[in-house]
């Protein structure tokens, strides 16, 4: 049974296994104050090419969604998502816990425009409802696809303007940046969003994602902010090694572009079988459409999320490829596929 469920159910790369093993009985202040976590910070800031930008790591996307929002916001001040967001979807209601109402748009592809905030803003017009504040986006979206850099461009200017924050969720930043369609580049960001952060967890490393915070009104005491939600590690050294690994010699855009190469021949290899797709995405996420009764086979010898019904016969399922898929085990796919939709 192989598994194209998530990009993170792998340990992670062992360059990073090693520096872990190497280091471990050097002894380090704690906290994110260690010499490892220093030098991932000052490596991650030449990457995005501004010093200027306050860099914290935390563990896990949920967990820097909902400490970052937190801090970012007012109580009475409230987070624009589209419907699809994983902060509306699948995080247990993680930031209404923290006190701030995520209200969700519905979009065709994922992503947010500014008629889409526009519209939201209108709904929202006094103080006996939340205000908007907060522009939550992913890159790339929950269903694989990209933002380009003129939606983004736009979509900053629109949240100037409207005394809005943007914060983009890069969960799958490195999948994003490696696509082929892609047209940003990791250092336009710090002036494009307000923040955003480098998943580490879905791209090589056991556990771990960057913070980058680019407007200096959202820098102040967030490590106050992490400390009350559980998130400042004493063993800080185990996030700064691992993102130091990432960066160092560019292993981070390495194993993002082998995830898309993985996706694109599984995406190859499903059109020449005729098949179609509920989205159209150049990530590592990919959403074919198959008959049922052929995703019951397939589910015999591999793992996978089957994402919603197209209709009385049909599904669409959702594959996902990693930094540590083999292409060996994508062609098998192919071949056991295409023997059932002949």
């Given amino acids: 049974m192989y598994s194209f469920k998530n990009d993170y159910s792998e340990g992670a790369h062992p360059s990073i296994l090693q520096a872990l093993v190497e280091t471990n009985l050097v002894q380090e202040n704690g906290y994110g104050e260690d ?9 991650i800031k030449q990457s995005v090419r501004n010093s200027n930008v306050a860099v914290h790591l935390l563990t896990g996307g949920t ?14 001040e409230a987070a624009i998502s589209a419907t699809s967001g994983h902060i509306f979807t699948h995080e247990t209601g993680s930031i209404e816990a923290t006190g701030h109402k995520v209200i969700s748009i519905d979009t065709v592809d994922g992503k947010l425009t500014p008629a889409h905030v526009q519209a939201v803003l209108e709904a929202h017009e006094d103080e006996h409802m939340v205000k908007p504040k907060l522009v939550y986006i992913s890159n790339s979206t929950e269903i694989g696809t990209l933002y380009r850099k003129q939606e983004l461009m ?5 949240c100037e303007a409207h005394h809005l924050f943007l914060f ?4 799958r930043l490195g999948s994003a940046l490696c696509s082929e369609e892609n047209d940003v580049s990791l250092h336009d960001l710090p002036s494009l969003v307000d923040a955003f952060y480098i998943g580490g967890t879905k791209n090589g490393a056991l556990i771990g994602e960057a913070l980058v915070i680019c407007r200096d009104h959202l820098k102040e005491d967030f490590r106050f902010y992490m400390k009350q939600r559980g998130a400042l590690l004493a063993k800080g050294r185990l996030l700064g090694i691992q993102f130091m690994e990432l960066f160092k010699d560019n292993l981070f855009f390495e194993l993002a572009t082998h995830a898309n190469t993985m996706a694109a021949k599984l995406k190859r290899g499903l059109r020449e079988a005729n098949l179609s797709f509920l989205t159209e995405s150049s990530t590592n996420q990919i959403f074919p459409i198959l008959p049922n009764d052929t995703i019951v086979e397939l589910q015999k010898n591999y793992a996978f999320l089957v994402w919603g019904k197209v209709d009385e016969t049909h599904s669409s399922i959702r594959l996902v490829t990693s930094w540590a898929t083999k292409e060996e085990t994508v062609t098998a796919f192919l071949e056991d596929l295409k023997k059932l939709v002949k």
Avoid at 63 to 76: D, K, S
Avoid at 154 to 158: I, N
Avoid at 168 to 171: E, L, V, Y
Wanted: hydrophobic share 50%; charged share 20%; net charge neutral.
């Fill in 168 to 171: 983009m969720d890069g969960a």
């Fill in 154 to 158: 736009e979509l900053k200017q629109f």
């Fill in 35 to 43: 010499q490892y976590s220093v030098k991932a910070i000052e490596l």
């Fill in 63 to 76: 967990q820097t969604n909902l400490v970052a929002i937190a801090a970012f916001l007012r109580p009475h």
